[in-house]
Nanobody
């Protein structure tokens, strides 16, 4: 079973930046589109960004477009989310997950479109 471990979450000041990582447990990572979501306290899990299995196509939510970059290094079984111009409303637990089908694109934005969620990494943005 494909498993993911997220890391890179931390306390940052408004306007700061960070890079989140999502490391896969097995090489089949390279065959699946991936996505980042986040969940703030008391809110539903929110789609942020997705990337195709090959990394050549991406899709972003309006809430992070222009401030986030999703990319992957298939050789290292790792996906990243680089975020800048952070705001207090970016405070949340950030999760990665994969599409259950092979060789897909980044157009899926619902939580139910993804499987094998990681445990999440906490991002806190102070004002």
């Amino acid at each position: 079973q494909l498993q993911f471990v997220e890391s890179g979450g931390k306390l940052v000041q408004t306007g700061g930046s960070l890079r989140l990582s999502c490391v896969a447990s097995v090489s089949t990572f390279v065959d699946h589109a991936m996505a980042w979501f986040r969940q703030a306290p008391g809110k539903e899990r929110e789609f942020l960004a997705a990337i195709s299995w090959s990394g050549d196509r991406t899709h972003y939510a309006d809430s992070v477009k222009g401030r986030a970059t999703i990319f992957r290094e298939n050789d290292n079984f790792t996906m990243y989310l680089q975020m800048s111009s952070l705001k207090p409303e970016d405070t949340a637990v950030y999760y990665c997950a994969r599409r259950p089908t092979y060789y897909g694109g980044p157009e899926y934005i619902r939580e139910i479109d993804y499987v094998d969620w990681g445990q999440g990494t906490q991002v806190t943005v102070s004002s």
